[in-house]
């Protein structure tokens, strides 16, 4: 499976529109890179999953260039729900198998 | 709609005990997971199942055992609690129309274990 790499954490205020990038250099071609969002206590969420070029759901956007080598998950105008763990994936069997999460991106929406 | 059910939601062992971790799940999907996750960590896949009365390791197996005997169901047991075991499980399940389905997983809300 592709390795992922994904801020540590990021800070944001309500309102704001956050953008979270993930580099995934060794995408292979026919792997899928899948968002999932944790809330503490809570087991991760699916957010969003995408091929190439953007995809929009009623949560948020995933942007893909054409080299596939990076994605960026935009969530639109966060609140102070929106803190939570966000985990990217990349590989062909994101759904299950050999899945693996890496630490993730803690984001901390402030008032 | 339930979706994933898991119990107990809290539980602390002596080291050497034994006990089950129950998913149950009312989606009908044929794929279930059991995952640790580990203060400040992601998840890290245990073991798996793809269907009733199969099983497969994940990447952390060892000290672990799961059976799936109905659909709905997978059990995570734990023969000999260790300190180490000291975790959050997860469960989750998704669906798959073929081998390399990319669908999602849902997850269960965790079973914080605690071994002394």
């Known amino acids: 499976l592709a390795k992922t790499t994904q801020p540590i954490s990021m800070d944001s205020y309500e309102g704001q529109e956050v953008n979270i990038t993930c580099s995934h250099n060794?995408?292979?071609?026919?792997?899928?890179i899948t968002w999932y969002q944790q809330f503490p206590s809570q087991g991760p969420r699916f957010i969003i999953q995408g091929y190439k070029t953007k995809v929009t759901n009623e949560v948020a956007s995933l942007f893909i260039p054409a080299d596939r080598k990076s994605s960026t998950l935009s969530l639109p105008r966060v609140s102070l729900s929106d803190t939570a763990v966000y985990y990217c994936l990349v590989g062909l069997n994101t759904g299950g198998f050999k899945t693996i999460f890496g630490a993730g991106t803690r984001l901390f929406v402030k008032a | 709609n339930a979706g994933v059910t898991q119990t107990p939601k809290f539980r602390v062992l002596k080291t050497g005990q034994s006990m089950t971790l129950l998913c149950a799940q009312d989606m009908n999907h044929e794929y279930m997971y059991w995952y640790r996750q580990d203060p400040g960590m992601g998840l890290r896949l245990i073991h798996y199942?793809?269907?009733?009365?199969?099983?497969a390791k994940g990447e952390v197996p060892d000290g672990y055992n799961v059976s799936r005997l109905k659909k709905q169901n997978f059990l995570l047991g734990l023969e000999s609690a260790a300190p180490s075991q000291t975790s959050v499980y997860f469960c989750?399940?998704?669906?798959?129309?073929?081998?390399?389905?990319?669908?999602?997983?849902?997850f269960g809300d965790g079973t914080r274990l605690s071994i002394l």
């Open positions: 060794n995408i292979a071609t026919n792997d899928y």
């Open positions: 989750a399940t998704s669906s798959a129309r073929d081998v390399w389905s990319n669908q999602p997983q849902h």
């Open positions: 199942s793809v269907g009733e009365g199969t099983t």
